[in-house]
């Protein structure tokens, strides 16, 4: 069982930045994604960013953007903190949401974004408003 608690959420006006945290309770050792997502009443839930870690498994760790904030947002870990950080710039209206952070082992390498990848722990998320 992972606990995933998010912070850092608020109200931005447009322009603004904010930097979200996520504090795990563990990190898995090898081959598991770590994510932001958000989500608006009434609309689909939207992955934001991603990294993967191979760790044992291949060494690897890449990062993910969704298109939509790409040049925008900066996802990054911190493993001795067991944090998940997401520092947004230039911020919009559009990207008032819940923001939560999620995180599922992967067996092998994946991309992080795909849509037919199934998140198992998932934060109770983090509130971001902005105005125009």
């Known amino acids: 069982q992972v606990q995933l608690v998010e912070s850092g959420g608020g109200s931005v006006q447009a322009g603004g930045s904010l930097r979200l945290s996520c504090v795990a309770s563990?990190?898995?050792?090898?081959?598991?994604?770590l994510a932001w997502f958000r989500q608006t009443p009434g609309k689909e839930r939207e992955a934001v960013a991603a990294i993967y870690t191979g760790g044992e498994l291949d060494g690897d760790e890449v990062t993910y953007y969704a298109a939509s904030v790409k040049e925008r947002v900066t996802i990054s870990r911190d493993n001795a903190k067991k944090t998940l950080s997401l520092q947004m710039v230039n911020l919009k209206p559009e990207d008032a949401a819940m923001y939560y952070c999620?995180?599922?082992?992967?067996?092998?390498?994946?991309?992080?974004?795909?849509?037919?990848?199934?998140?198992?722990?998932w934060g109770q998320g983090t509130q971001v408003t902005v105005s125009s």
């Open positions: 999620a995180t599922t082992y992967t067996f092998s390498r994946a991309n992080c974004l795909e849509p037919q990848l199934k998140y198992t722990f």
């Open positions: 563990t990190f898995f050792g090898s081959s598991y994604c």
